[in-house]
């Protein structure tokens, strides 16, 4: 089982954060928790967002980062950093399991296969897991409903092949949204890893709800990002050209 805690995780496991209400459809199990958290993705075409993360130590920020990340099914991802300064211009673009990456400082875009990459080496993979055409996050986990209120249901998933990064996944799911509150992982031998917590969840378009804010802690509680959607919009007609990669890779 590779359970590498990658520096990635973090953010990884931050963003999901919307979800289709799908009003009078029976819970009773795990995977109808899980399939009412993915129905958004049959609801969104394109998502347009700005994001703000800010990263601490040792209680303090330690960097500030926005990011303007755009989304167009099946499987195209762009994600452009717009500050600070140094970083302004890198630019990502996924399609499929093709990834370009953009270094403006030396204007170079290097490429890479993702299907030769695990779901925990894989950047941004909780972003593109609004596109129908990427892999699950949870499929490689088992998931049983622990319990179920009309407020929250809480799951536990363990790990149920050797691709899966951690040994076992908590979430608290709000019963009306769809939308975690709360979600822990944890590694091979029951160690916490990183908590997210969910705040200031909104609903778009009068069925899809947001999360405009992240938190994330690590095992001894202490803060280490935050994530605000500054802005949002989903199914606004985004060009495909934004999507497009001409330029030739780097050798690597």
């Known amino acids: 089982m590779r359970h590498r805690f990658v520096q990635w995780s973090v953010l990884a ?29 049959q609801a969104i075409d394109d998502l347009d967002s700005t994001l703000t993360v800010t990263t601490y130590a040792d209680g303090e920020v330690s960097l500030i980062q926005q990011i303007r990340l755009s989304l167009l099914q099946p499987d195209k991802m762009r994600q452009e950093y717009l500050s600070p300064d140094y970083l302004a211009g890198n630019l ?23 299907s030769e990459l695990s779901t925990a080496e894989q950047p941004w993979l909780v972003f593109r897991q609004y596109l129908r055409g990427v ?14 209120d009309n407020d929250e249901y809480v799951l536990q998933g363990t790990a149920a092949t050797e691709d899966a990064v951690y040994g076992r996944i908590d979430l608290w799911v709000d019963a009306l949204t769809f939308v975690p509150n709360k979600r822990i992982l944890f590694d091979v031998d029951g160690n916490l890893l990183v908590e997210l917590r969910i705040l200031e969840v909104e609903q778009l378009e009068g069925t899809t709800f947001t999360a405009r804010s992240l938190e994330t802690y690590d095992e001894l509680g202490e803060l280490k990002s935050t994530i605000h959607y500054d802005d949002i919009s989903i199914n606004v007609g985004l060009d495909p050209t934004l999507f497009e990669h001409t330029e030739v890779p780097a050798n690597e």
Request: proline share 0%.
């Open 92 to 114: 990502t673009l996924v399609t499929g399991d093709l990834m370009w990456i953009y270094i403006a400082a030396i204007d170079t875009w290097y490429e890479k296969d993702l």
């Open 13 to 41: 496991v931050s963003l999901l954060g919307l979800s289709l209400m799908v009003v009078g459809q029976a819970v009773e199990t795990a995977d109808d928790v899980l399939d009412q958290m993915r129905a958004n993705v």
């Open 135 to 148: 892999q699950d996050e949870f499929d490689d986990y088992a998931f049983e409903l622990l319990s179920s």
